[in-house]
């Protein structure tokens, strides 16, 4: 499956973002999708991921309760709705899948990854 992340900007603290990770090839509603982020300097952590069906979410902690990842298996696209960015929420953002039914929050529990699109908050 190929992977196209897309949604970053800048935006001003307080503001929201949408990203969408469109996927191509595969039978995209058998993989389960994750986003993950790398700021400048820092190594990539894990943002949240979607089962295959939709039915299970799991975010990390520093997110929760403004990120809403969610998922269109009939448009093959995993959104992730972001609320309330902080600059502590720039970075570039990465959606990656796995054909699994067991969500995973570890970077190489994933097989596929998208070419990242950079989000800026600013204060």
């Known amino acids: 499956v190929q992977l196209q992340a897309s949604g970053g900007g800048s935006v001003q603290a307080g503001g929201s973002l949408r990203l969408s990770c469109a996927a191509s090839?595969?039978?995209?509603?058998?993989?389960?999708i994750g986003w993950f982020r790398q700021a400048p300097g820092k190594e990539r952590d894990f943002v949240a991921a979607?089962?295959?069906?939709?039915?299970?979410?799991y975010y990390a902690d520093s997110v929760k309760g403004r990120f809403t990842i969610s998922r269109d298996n009939a448009k093959k696209t995993v959104y992730l709705q972001m609320n309330n960015l902080k600059p502590e929420d720039t970075a570039v953002y990465y959606c990656?899948?796995?054909?699994?039914?067991?969500?995973?929050?570890?970077?190489?529990?994933?097989?596929?990854w998208g070419q990242g699109t950079e989000v800026t908050v600013s204060s």
């Open positions: 990656a899948a796995v054909r699994s039914p067991i969500v995973t929050m570890t970077e190489n529990g994933y097989d596929f």
């Open positions: 090839g595969g039978t995209f509603s058998t993989y389960t």
């Open positions: 979607i089962n295959f069906s939709g039915t299970a979410t």
